[in-house]
């Protein structure tokens, strides 16, 4: 009797910790084995079979083991190294006539040198997005940055255009595989929220965009004789001094993507990059915006002149669309966190709808304010789509879901301002190219529509 009773007992005992073991293990698998060890001594000499602690990924591992100032600093050193995206190459605009005169440089070239930054960001972003998998995003923002580091150095010393364009192809390989990387160390430097990590690094995006430009005469002034090569080559110092940064502070962002990196092949990536929910739309919303966006920059001044302004008065609206854009840059992938992806997609898409459908109406009256409107409508949709891959993409392949996003937006983006010239020469007036652009306009709200709301 005895026996049974101890045997009931030590049954009943064991019964209990089963019971409080899968009830807790969920809430905080880390006390439960002590519990099990403690009531199994004595009562039994069998090993007991508690429940096995499910091991955390390797991103939450990583993401608190690292401190606070850790996490700042690196989101800093990314805010540092997006400035890289557009300051070295729009820095070219304004110096392009200096340029030209001392290269000897033919304006075809001159303009094939304007654009081959932003061919490049299309054609080079899937294999920048593989290097990301491949190497880890901290390594390949490092290498990235170097690269832009010594094709903007290198631009400063060349003796004709022939190294010029080479060195710009340096460079442009470069932003392109950044713009791939920068959305990788976002997730892997704060995976809780990628959206916040985000905003960081898309607000230095979008200040190079006034910095390429407003510190030309700045800078002119500090090279002396130097004239535009000085220009090239602070530019190329400070992307050696970024890509120095990253090279020591990449061990930070490897560790949080360790154990973790993409086996499948090309194709393999971009497939799973296109059944990611929303991807196919956001592809579009990236085109589209990207389409309005160029269309702005590249057909406004001209449309301002036929309505009558003179060319110097043109640079005003001009700097809206930038100004817009600038604006755009605080806080929008914050805001998506807040009010969901879909909400702010579509507000943008109706923002930018409006900008287009206004030079439609009345380019001259109110052409400052169309300007302000399309530059912040398409930077928003811009930031929203650049925060899909850390979002959305398992850890081994945001990388490569980047660079799948960025080659077939920029793709898509050609279809803005190309079409536009053609429908000009066609019917020599410029209003079936600005219909045109609100048909993209309202191609990129139905676009947002088919975005899933949040993460």
Not at 47 to 56: D, F, M
Not at 183 to 202: D, H
Not at 372 to 396: I, K, R, W
Request: charged share 10%; net charge positive; hydrophobic share 50%.
């Amino acid at each position: 009797m005895a026996s049974r009773r101890t045997s009931a007992t030590t049954a009943g005992v064991l019964r209990g910790p089963e019971r409080v073991a899968s009830t807790s293990v969920r809430s905080s698998p880390l006390s439960v084995t002590p519990i099990c060890y403690s009531i199994y001594a004595g009562l039994s000499t069998q090993e007991p079979k508690c429940p096995r602690q499910t091991p955390l990924p390797v991103e939450a591992h990583s993401s608190r083991q690292r401190s606070a100032p850790v996490v700042l600093s690196l989101l800093g050193l990314a805010w540092l190294a997006a400035l890289n995206g557009r300051g070295p190459t729009l820095s070219l605009g304004p110096l392009l006539p200096l340029v030209q005169h001392d290269l000897g440089m033919a304006s075809s070239v001159a303009g094939f040198a304007t654009s081959l930054p932003v061919i490049l960001m299309g054609l080079m972003a899937i294999p920048g997005g593989l290097l990301v998998d491949r190497a880890g995003p901290g390594r390949a923002l490092a290498i990235a940055l170097f690269a832009i580091g010594l094709g903007g150095w290198a631009r400063a010393f060349v003796s004709g255009p022939a190294g010029f364009l080479g060195a710009t192809l340096v460079l442009g390989s470069g932003v392109a595989a950044m713009q791939a990387a920068l959305p990788a160390v976002a997730r892997a430097a704060l995976p809780e929220r990628p959206g916040l990590a985000t905003a960081v690094y898309f607000n230095g995006l979008t200040l190079g965009v006034f910095a390429g430009t407003a510190l030309v005469p700045l800078l002119l002034a500090w090279s002396g004789q130097a004239g535009w090569r000085g220009v090239f080559g602070f530019w190329g110092a400070y992307g050696l001094a970024c890509g120095a940064l990253w090279a020591a502070a990449s061990r930070q962002v490897a560790h949080a993507q360790a154990g973790s990196r993409s086996t499948g092949g090309v194709l393999a990536d971009i497939r799973a990059a296109w059944q990611l929910p929303g991807f196919p739309a956001t592809v579009v919303a990236f085109g589209a915006q990207s389409a309005v966006f160029y269309a702005f920059v590249g057909w406004l001044p001209s449309e301002l002149v036929r309505q009558g302004w003179a060319v110097p008065q043109t640079s005003g609206p001009a700097a809206m669309v930038a100004a817009g854009a600038l604006a755009a840059g605080f806080g929008t992938p914050a805001l998506t966190d807040l009010v969901g992806r879909r909400a702010v997609l579509l507000g943008a898409g109706l923002v930018t709808t409006l900008a287009v459908a206004g030079v439609l109406v009345a380019p001259s009256q109110a052409a400052w304010l169309w300007a302000f409107l399309a530059g912040f409508g398409t930077t928003v949709a811009f930031g929203v789509a650049l925060a899909l891959p850390a979002e959305l993409a398992p850890p081994e392949r945001v990388g490569s879901t980047a660079g799948t996003l960025l080659t077939l937006g920029y793709v898509l983006s050609s279809l803005g301002p190309l079409p536009v010239g053609i429908l000009l020469d066609l019917t020599g007036s410029t209003r079936p190219g600005w219909a045109y652009i609100l048909l993209v306009a309202l191609a990129l709200t139905a676009a947002a529509a088919r975005t899933p709301s949040r993460r």
